[in-house]
């Protein structure tokens, strides 16, 4: 494996800054880059791009959403050397009815992953579903602090995945051989109703954790009155509606393909959240 660093998109977030930390275990040079982190990147700005992409071996890329950014950074990288090339993409982007109303979203994380299939690079595509911590460190945490999950999902349920195995399968990827030209379906072990997941919540925080469902004009009413401006609430409400359509709900086996095991549970991810419990 070659000394030269890895390049760590969207080092902050819920799986960058894993990646960074297992990496960084495993005592291999890491730049970590993001607009608040130890190195300033922007995709919005390309002013950026040359220093984080200077000498660099591997690039994991977090995009932006919405963006066409990965083409040209690409174009980029290629000129600086960059060999290896990981995409950090989604569940369902291929699938118009996935969540709905996200049609340049979509499209434009379709042509991203197209910029890595086209690059000349040693690529790989990871598509992640919904991430477990969501309701831990993402949208639903404060609901979850709370004590009630109020979301317009029904009786719908998703394959809850653990940002744990999202890293690990990153880092597997930068780091080892086996894994070029590949798209990595990534999913937890097993659907789970927002019942049983806040049953799991609620065994894991030592107190009650409720699912109240909510119809979409009661949960967007309730997100408004909290101050939230209208087309962000009803985001919200077509993500939830997505999970009552249950289009995240089939188990994918990119954990196992690409780790040699199976992936975490939703409850050995959510108790890491509450460490004083046993």
Known sequence: MTSRPILVTGATGKSGRRVVAMLRARGLPVRA??????????WNDPGTWDAALDGVHAVHIVQLGGSRLV????????????????????????????????????AAALDSEAAVRDSGLEWTITRPGWFAQTFTEGIYADAVRAGELRLPAGDGA????????????????????????????LSGPEPLTLAEAAAILS???????????????QYVADLVRQGMPAPQAEALAEAAD?????????????????????????????????????
Not at 33 to 42: Q, V
Not at 258 to 275: D, I, M, S, Y
């Open 33 to 42: 880059a993001s607009r608040t982190g130890e190195h300033p990147f922007d």
């Open 71 to 106: 083409r040209p950074f690409l174009d980029r990288a290629v000129r600086h050397g960059v060999r290896r090339v990981v995409l950090a993409s989604g569940r369902g982007i291929d699938d118009p009815d996935y969540i709905r109303g996200a049609d340049e979203v979509r």
């Open 158 to 185: 998703a394959c809850f995945l653990d940002a744990e195995d999202v890293a690990a399968v990153v880092v597997a990827v930068l780091t080892g051989g086996g894994h070029a030209r590949r798209t990595y379906e």
């Open 203 to 217: 065994d894991a925080a030592g107190r009650t954790i409720r699912y109240v469902p909510l119809s979409r004009g």
């Open 242 to 278: 997505a999970l009552r359509r249950r289009t995240d709900a089939h188990v994918a086996g990119g954990v196992q393909r690409a780790l040699g095991r199976p992936p975490r549970t939703f409850a050995q991810a959510v108790r890491e959240a509450f460490p004083s419990r046993p």
